[in-house]
């Protein structure tokens, strides 16, 4: 379904002021959310990090980031939405280091075992996002599905680069709150009493040894 996806040659390439305005000039995004669905987690990002760029990727368009800029003027400047594939085009848009978050909130589970490959929590991609975290960086993900919690939670305690945040460690951090039901995913969930499966992790200066 990403036949008509318009993206960059190279980060250098993109021309990040259609979105944010020339108040982008000489600052990069921070935040991305991975397949963002409507965008609801990023509104809410938005106005607790004013000073912070942030981007959804979402390959079909659903945002309501636009209408929200233009019923409010002068908010929500410094988030945007773009219909793109993640696991195809992140090398087009960012840079080494360029993240300091990266969140994954109720990713499409595929089931079978024969589609695993398309998960987009997976072994391969998490040293692609490990390339563009910087040190000590986090990855925020949640689902309401049990099966794919305990596939991502294993995938990156494979891979030498992140660390399992504690209970203790996630306590302090304001975003943990707003994984579960800012979404609308999320929302859905809490509708329906599903369970949720929160777990973030820091990517290390250095592999483990
Ligand atoms: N995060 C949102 C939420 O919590 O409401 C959306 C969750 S929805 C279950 C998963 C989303 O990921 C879908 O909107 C889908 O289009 C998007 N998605 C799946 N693969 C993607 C990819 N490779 N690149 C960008 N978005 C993707």
Not at 42 to 69: D, F, H, N, W
Not at 121 to 126: G, Q, S
Request: charge should be neutral; hydrophobic fraction near 35%.
């Amino acid at each position: 379904s990403d036949h008509f996806i318009d993206y960059p040659r190279t980060p250098d390439d993109m021309n990040w002021e259609q979105y944010f305005g020339p108040s982008v000039a000489g600052k990069q995004i921070e935040f991305l959310d991975v397949g963002c669905g409507y965008g609801g987690l990023l509104v809410k990002l938005s106005t607790l990090y004013p000073e912070i760029l942030m981007c959804g990727l979402e390959l079909r368009v659903k945002q309501k980031i636009k209408a929200l800029r233009d019923q409010h003027p002068g908010q929500y400047d410094n988030v945007c939405c773009l219909r793109s594939n993640a696991m195809k085009y992140l090398p087009n848009y960012f840079r080494k280091h360029q993240l300091s978050k990266m969140f994954f909130l109720y990713p499409d589970p595929h089931f079978k075992t024969v589609k695993h490959k398309w998960r987009i929590i997976n072994t391969n991609l998490l040293s692609e996002y490990a390339y563009f975290l910087r040190p000590g960086g986090i990855i925020y993900t949640m689902t309401d599905v049990e099966d794919l919690h305990n596939w991502m939670v294993q995938a990156f305690e494979k891979h030498p680069l992140y660390k399992r945040l504690t209970d203790e460690e996630l306590a302090t951090d304001p975003i943990v709150p707003l994984l579960g039901d800012t979404t609308e995913e999320g929302q859905k969930v809490n509708r329906n009493k599903g369970s949720m499966f929160p777990a973030v992790f820091m990517r290390l200066e250095k592999p483990r040894t």
